[in-house]
């Protein structure tokens, strides 16, 4: 049971990205409540905690996370802002089925670095409803969050760690366990890197 068992580190991490993009449906996938598919606008934020194993190199780590979810609203800023404090890490997220949702991501990046008192931290990037890819015409391709991974990593790289992009669907579930997985090892190396840097 994982009460009894001792929890390694604190992972708060943020989920971004503009309204409707599918945040909340991530979220409410991961912890297991499920797809509702009702619109609930979120008002101001909230989180659900979930506790995990994550491979690493040396020994497992049980990682407590707490999953916030902003109010994608540009209204709600001054609130959001409070909430980066402590952040170590982000997914990312736009809609595969709004283009406008991917261009506002770079808008995302910096409020988060800029808020989170740590200045660049790791994030995925998701592309996510990819179940609408046979329903709506013309969606972003996953060649468009690749490329911008890619241009995004030689930012990161000289802060030790690139950025991974995931295609997701908060929906049929694909890829969501994948990103909170693959989020919490690029965490536990920028925790142990910063730690390694303090000695
Ligand atoms: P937000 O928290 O980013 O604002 P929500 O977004 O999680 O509230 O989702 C907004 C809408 O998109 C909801 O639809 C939700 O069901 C839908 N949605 C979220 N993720 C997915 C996905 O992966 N696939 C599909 N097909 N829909 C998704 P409604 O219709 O309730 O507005
Ligand atoms: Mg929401």
Known sequence: ??????????????????????????????????????????????????????????????????????????????????????????????????????QDIPNWINELWKNNGRGVTPFILAGNKIDLRNQVPRTLRPEHGQSYAVQLSEVTRPYGFEIPYLETSAKTGENVERAFELLGKMIIKYVEAAEQQQQ
């Open 1 to 102: 049971m994982y009460e009894k068992e001792q929890v390694d580190m604190l992972v708060k991490v943020v989920l971004l990205g503009d309204g409707a993009v599918g945040k909340t449906s991530l979220r409410k996938r991961w912890i297991g409540e499920g797809f509702t598919g009702q619109y609930l606008m979120t008002i101001g934020a909230d989180f659900s905690v979930k506790i995990i194993k994550i491979k690493t190199n040396k020994n497992p780590i049980t990682c407590k996370y707490q999953v916030w979810d902003l109010a994608g609203q540009v209204r709600f800023q001054v609130v959001r802002e409070g909430y980066y404090k402590g952040a170590l890490g982000a997914i990312v997220m736009y809609d595969v089925t709004n283009t406008d949702s991917f």
